[in-house]
């Protein structure tokens, strides 16, 4: 139950960062990510405190096994860049500039009931879907994805 209150606080903390930051609003997300037109630097903060933030936070868990909870801790262990993580970020970063949304603040905006948020996380968990039944499928043909790393 403790658990649960924190993961809780946690999002609602989350939520709310988004929402003041203005993270939640796509023409704000779509005038910071059009640097070639009237760019809008204002999101370059959010994105400096969040990163600050998580060089802190991965500091502090790769000297730990356990959370603050005392769950096991999991960080990813991969350092290949191959293809399926390529063009993964590829489809996300063009999700990201045609929509505005990246999917927390697409929640957050969702939870509002912003039509274009619950447009974007209903395509977002038919892409989830989409992705879950083709690595089913790989998984039961035997292929293993291909690395850069040799």
Same mark, same amino acid.
């Given at each position: 139950?403790?658990?649960?209150?924190?993961?809780?606080? @946690?999002?609602?903390?989350?939520?709310?960062? +988004? #929402?003041?930051?203005?993270?939640?609003?796509?023409?704000? %997300? +779509? /005038?910071? +990510?059009?640097?070639?037109?009237? &760019?809008?630097?204002? +999101?370059?903060?959010?994105?400096?405190?969040? %990163?600050?933030?998580?060089?802190?936070?991965?500091?502090?868990?790769?000297?730990?096994?356990?959370?603050l909870l005392g769950?096991?801790?999991?960080?990813? !262990?991969?350092?290949? #860049?191959?293809?399926? *993580?390529?063009? /993964?970020? *590829?489809?996300? /970063?063009? /999700? &990201?500039?045609?929509?505005?949304?990246?999917?927390?603040?697409?929640?957050?905006?969702? @939870? !509002?009931?912003?039509?274009?948020?619950? #447009?974007?996380? *209903?395509?977002?968990?038919?892409?989830?879907?989409?992705?879950? %039944?083709?690595?089913?499928?790989? =998984? =039961? !043909?035997?292929?293993?994805?291909? !690395?850069?790393?040799?």
């Open positions: 139950m403790k658990q649960r209150i924190f993961e809780f606080v @946690a999002g609602l903390l989350f939520g709310m960062g +988004l #929402l003041l930051s203005g993270m939640t609003d796509p023409s704000k %997300v +779509l /005038g910071f +990510l059009d640097v070639a037109g009237v &760019w809008d630097p204002s +999101l370059a903060f959010v994105m400096g405190g969040a %990163v600050l933030v998580g060089l802190l936070a991965f500091a502090v868990a790769k000297r730990r096994s356990r959370s769950a096991a801790m999991q960080l990813p !262990t991969s350092r290949a #860049l191959d293809r399926r *993580l390529v063009l /993964g970020s *590829l489809v996300f /970063g063009v /999700g &990201w500039g045609m929509a505005g949304f990246c999917p927390g603040p697409a929640l957050v905006s969702a @939870a !509002t009931g912003q039509p274009k948020a619950v #447009l974007f996380v *209903l395509a977002m968990l038919a892409g989830m879907a989409v992705f879950e %039944v083709l690595e089913r499928m790989r =998984n =039961n !043909t035997g292929l293993q994805p291909k !690395t850069g790393a040799h």
